[in-house]
């Protein structure tokens, strides 16, 4: 019966004909702050919702004030680990949810976040580990966000290093895995062809222009990506309604670089 209900629920936040996603995590207030494009988280998911995306991730305390009861109905992932930016360990995350937390809270998958390479990691991995049993034992999609960071990392986005990130998330029991993009469709082709799971971008930091968060999205997919996990780059965007219809449209409909910035102007 898990198996049934885990596929239920991952139809909820992947799209069911094409195998591909648009997700917009919104779990930022933890780690900084209440930053601009999440002030109002309810207006924040409509916007992301009227565009098309398939899941918003949120932590557990927000599921309530960003639930808006109209609209376009959008997948609920609730993000399980956390840390803040004051603390002297930001790269270490600790468990604040529980699967079980989850599903009362009417989640259709939870997310964990794990950093490699630093001095936290034998206690992330313990975490995922405990995770990935209860999320399967509950029939509960797991996003797996997975970053090399830490100090023994030199280069965050060297392919060696991101396709060793996804490969433990696969490994570890993950549904879906998150990597950032390592730079071009070629090198990102290594890391979707080590890793058995649907695998998809972050979105990174902030940038200045949609042609190049739309290129990154397009040279994932042509790399046999599963999608996009695209924060900051969305709900801080002057239209993320727009964004997400841009994105959504390389994801699920293969659509080119130049068609998708027309959803733009």
């Keep these: ?21 648009v997700i917009v995590p919104m779990d930022h207030g933890m780690s900084i702050g209440p930053v601009p494009g999440l002030i109002n988280v309810k207006d ?35 993000h399980l680990s956390a840390s803040t930016s004051l603390s002297v360990y930001p790269n270490a995350k600790t468990l604040v949810c529980s699967v079980e937390e989850a599903l009362k ?24 580990g405990k995770v990935s049993y209860e999320a399967r034992m509950w029939g509960m999609p797991l996003l797996a966000m997975i970053y090399p960071r830490g100090e023994k990392i030199k280069n965050e986005y060297d392919v060696s290093v991101i396709r060793h990130a996804a490969r433990v998330g696969d490994e570890m029991g993950a549904d879906i895995v998150k990597v950032s993009y390592t730079g071009s469709t070629e090198s990102f082709r290594e890391v979707v062809q080590g890793c058995s799971v649907p695998v998809v971008i972050a979105g990174g930091p902030k940038m200045d222009s949609d042609i190049d968060i739309l290129e990154m999205v397009k040279g994932a997919m042509d790399a046999g990506g599963a999608g996009a996990s695209i924060g900051r780059n ?25 068609a998708a910035l027309s959803f733009l102007k």
């Design 44 to 78: 924040a998911v409509q916007k992301v919702a009227e565009g098309g995306a398939n899941a918003i991730v949120e932590h557990k305390g927000l599921v309530k004030s960003g639930h808006r009861g109209s609209g376009r109905d959008i997948g609920l992932i609730i």
């Design 1 to 21: 019966m898990s198996l049934l209900g885990k596929q239920i629920r991952m139809e909820r936040i992947i799209n069911r004909n094409t195998g591909t996603t």
């Design 105 to 128: 809270l009417g989640a259709d998958a939870v997310s964990i976040h794990v950093n490699l390479g630093n001095g936290g990691e034998k206690e992330m991995l313990h975490d995922f």
């Design 234 to 258: 969305v709900f801080q965007h002057q239209n993320p309604t727009a964004m997400v219809m841009a994105i959504s449209a390389i994801v699920h409909s293969g659509a080119d670089v130049d």
